[in-house]
C-alpha cells in the first residue's frame, strides 16, 4: 500500500505530552520522516530515521516505530508546537514512490 | 549553506502548461534526489515527482500522463512541467532536496532542504 494514515486533529495541554501517530504498511521497511507546517512557511523536519532529529530541533521532539505504525512524540508541548504535521516516506513497491500522510493538526490548549 | 531558490509563472489559465525551474545554490548536485512536491490551498502535502543525477525518474501515478521532471546538471537545476492545468492544479509549488541513507536495515528518506514556494494559480 502506498497511503499513510494520520488522525486529522489532535490537542494538548500546555506542556503535557503528545503523541502524532502515522499508520501504514510501507513503514513496516522504511522509517517516516516527520515534517511541521505553519501557515505561510515551508515545511521543517522535525525527526527522521530510528532517532535523528535536525541540530535546531528542541529535544522535545522525540520519534518511536513499531510495526507499520510511526510516532512523532512531543514532550512538553509549547505554544510555537501548534502547527500541521506530516509524516513522509516511501512505499514499498517497485519504484518506492514518496508518499505524505495527511497531516494533523496540533492545537495546543 | 545549500538553497534551493525556485521561479516560474504564477498565473495560468486552464490548459496551460505549469513550468517551474528549481537551482542549487551553495552545494553538490549529486548525490540527492531533486523533488517536487505540492499543497493545495487548505489540503496537504503531495508528492509530485523526483529525478537523481543519474536522470532517472518517478513520477505521482495520479499526475503521470501530464508531468515531466527534467534537470540540467551543468547549471544545477532541476524543472517541472505539468500540462493541461485545471482549477485542481492550483497549489503551492515546492522544490525540495531528498536525502536517502540506511540506519541498520531500514532506509530512511529525508526533505532536508526546502525552496520557498511558488503559488500558482489557475484561474480563467
Known amino acids: 500500500s502506498s497511503e499513510l494514515t494520520q488522525d486529522p486533529d489532535v490537542s494538548v495541554a500546555l506542556g503535557q505530552t503528545v503523541r502524532i501517530t502515522c499508520q501504514g504498511d510501507?513503514?513496516?521497511?522504511?522509517?517516516a520522516a516527520w515534517y511541521q507546517e505553519k501557515p505561510g512557511q515551508a515545511p521543517l523536519l522535525v525527526f527522521y530515521?530510528?532517532?535523528s532529529r535536525p541540530s535546531r530541533i528542541p529535544d522535545r521532539f522525540s520519534g518511536s516505530s513499531s510495526g507499520n505504525t510511526a510516532s512523532l512524540t512531543i514532550t512538553g508541548a509549547q505554544v510555537e508546537d501548534e502547527a500541521d504535521y506530516y509524516c513522509?516516506?516511501?512505499?514499498?513497491?517497485?519504484?518506492?514512490?514518496?508518499?505524505f500522510g495527511g497531516g494533523t493538526k496540533l492545537t495546543v490548549l | 549553506q545549500v538553497q534551493l531558490q525556485q521561479w516560474g509563472a504564477g498565473l495560468l489559465k486552464p490548459s496551460e502548461t505549469l513550468s517551474l525551474t528549481c537551482a542549487v545554490y551553495?552545494?553538490?548536485?549529486?548525490?540527492?534526489?531533486w523533488t517536487w512536491v505540492r499543497q493545495p490551498p487548505g489540503r496537504g502535502l503531495e508528492w509530485i515527482a523526483d529525478?537523481?543525477?543519474?536522470?532517472?525518474?518517478n513520477y505521482n501515478p495520479s499526475l503521470k500522463s501530464r508531468v515531466t521532471i527534467s534537470m540540467d546538471t551543468s547549471k544545477k537545476q532541476f524543472s517541472l512541467k505539468l500540462t493541461s492545468v485545471t482549477a485542481a492544479d492550483t497549489a503551492v509549488y515546492y522544490c525540495?532536496?531528498?536525502?536517502?541513507?540506511?540506519?541498520?536495515?531500514?532506509?530512511?528518506?529525508?526533505?532536508?532542504?526546502w525552496g520557498r514556494g511558488t503559488m500558482v494559480t489557475v484561474s480563467s
Open positions: 530515521g530510528k532517532n
Open positions: 529525478i537523481n543525477q543519474s536522470g532517472r525518474t
Open positions: 513522509y516516506s516511501r512505499d514499498n513497491r517497485g519504484d518506492h514512490l514518496g508518499v
Open positions: 525540495v532536496r531528498e536525502v536517502r541513507g540506511i540506519i541498520i536495515t531500514y532506509p530512511y528518506f529525508v526533505f532536508d532542504i
Open positions: 551553495g552545494g553538490s548536485f549529486s548525490g540527492f534526489y
Open positions: 510501507s513503514l513496516r521497511s522504511s522509517y
